[in-house]
């Protein structure tokens, strides 16, 4: 058994590489929603393995599910320097236009590493007649850039054509974009699939409002959050309508639940609440951090995935759940044989 350690808000563990989803589960054999799911409850500290197919059975009538429709981009870029050689580039975020903030990745046989040492090259080709320039580092880290794009068409156009998802290396061999889209995605703009709803099918849903479940949406396009490096969750875009904020505190005058659907959620929720404790329209940008130190007001459980040793998604789940909880469900899951990442199992945490 492989036992996680808590290390302060840091939460550290030995992930064995076995445990890292390489394919999607329908390359496995399995529909999305087959996945594994652990049942974490706050209150009692019960553990009940299961299979997100019986979520419904798990929610209640007046529940409130909130969903990040955000669409996943082909964000990743073939390039090459002046020089001759090759390099790939990770879209993160839309700034304006043509202006993004990316992160220049060093090829390493099938895979991709951060860049480390010199700068990279400033000027960049791109396929089909395309260009990008690293204007400035977008931070004091050195691993994000701000670029500009002259690609000769709208951006989406483009990466539609010569674009791919982003692929860390424990995932063997391309994927289509679909692979990596939730079914409920309406607008593309996310560099990394915002992979907690990818086990929803149009199935789950349709006996989820049948049993009474409500379904908001909001909108928060992820940027790229590197696996080589530990850091804090960089600003993001963020857009929570007046009737999802709405839904929020009706659900909560009524003491019923408010599930996230995966860290974005909490992320654009807790962004959007107001000095009151209700939850407010929103548009905008967010570069909230939660933690057990500030605490959660706007949401009383979640769906997520497993999350990388020692990230700070585990400093919001521990805000939600509580150390104790955090550490049992990672025990069990590390001992069960659950997988980690975007094609990986689930991870349900209720009161």
């Known amino acids: 058994m492989t036992t996680a350690v808590m290390d302060q808000e840091r939460y550290t563990y030995d992930l064995p590489v076995a445990l890292e989803a390489s394919e999607p589960p329908e390359a496995r054999g399995l529909t999305r929603d087959a996945v594994q799911m ?45 020089a001759g050689h090759s390099l790939v580039i990770h879209l993160s975020t839309e700034l304006e236009d043509t202006r993004w903030v990316v992160e220049p990745r060093r090829v ?38 701000i670029a500009t794009l002259d690609l000769g068409q709208r951006t989406l156009s483009w990466l539609a054509r010569f674009g791919r998802p982003i692929r860390y290396g424990y995932v063997e061999r391309p994927w289509p974009i679909e692979m990596y889209q939730n079914v409920y995605a309406t607008e593309p703009g996310s560099a990394e699939m915002p992979s907690a709803g990818r086990p929803f099918t149009p199935e789950i849903i349709t006996r989820l409002v049948a049993k009474g479940v409500g379904i908001a949406p909001l909108v928060l396009h992820t940027g790229v959050a590197s696996l080589e490096a530990d850091e804090l969750p960089y600003p993001e875009r963020v ?113």
């Open 108 to 145: 390493v046989g099938r895979t991709t590493e951060r860049w480390a040492g010199s700068p990279p090259p400033k000027r960049l080709q791109l396929k089909g007649g395309g260009s990008l320039s690293l204007d400035e580092p977008y931070e004091e880290r050195g691993r994000l850039w």
């Open 38 to 82: 652990l049942v974490a409850f706050r209150e009692s500290g019960e553990l009940v393995p299961s299979s997100f197919v019986f979520l419904p059975q798990f929610l209640e009538p007046g529940d409130l599910l909130v969903i990040n429709t955000s669409g996943t981009i082909p964000a990743a870029l073939d390039a090459v320097d002046d």
């Open 239 to 351: 857009r929570v309508p007046a009737t999802t904020a709405e839904r929020v505190n009706a659900a909560h005058r009524m003491d019923r639940r408010v599930i996230a659907v995966g860290t974005t959620v909490v992320r654009a929720l807790e962004t959007s609440v107001g000095k009151d404790g209700n939850v407010v329209a929103y548009d905008g940008w967010t570069d909230v951090v939660v933690s057990r130190g500030r605490g959660v007001r706007a949401v009383d459980g979640m769906i997520t995935g497993w999350h990388e040793p020692a990230s700070s998604h585990l400093m919001m789940l521990q805000a939600i759940a509580g150390p104790e909880l955090v550490r049992a469900s990672y025990d069990m899951a590390l001992a069960s044989g659950y997988l980690w990442h975007e094609f990986g199992d689930v991870h349900l945490i209720l009161p």
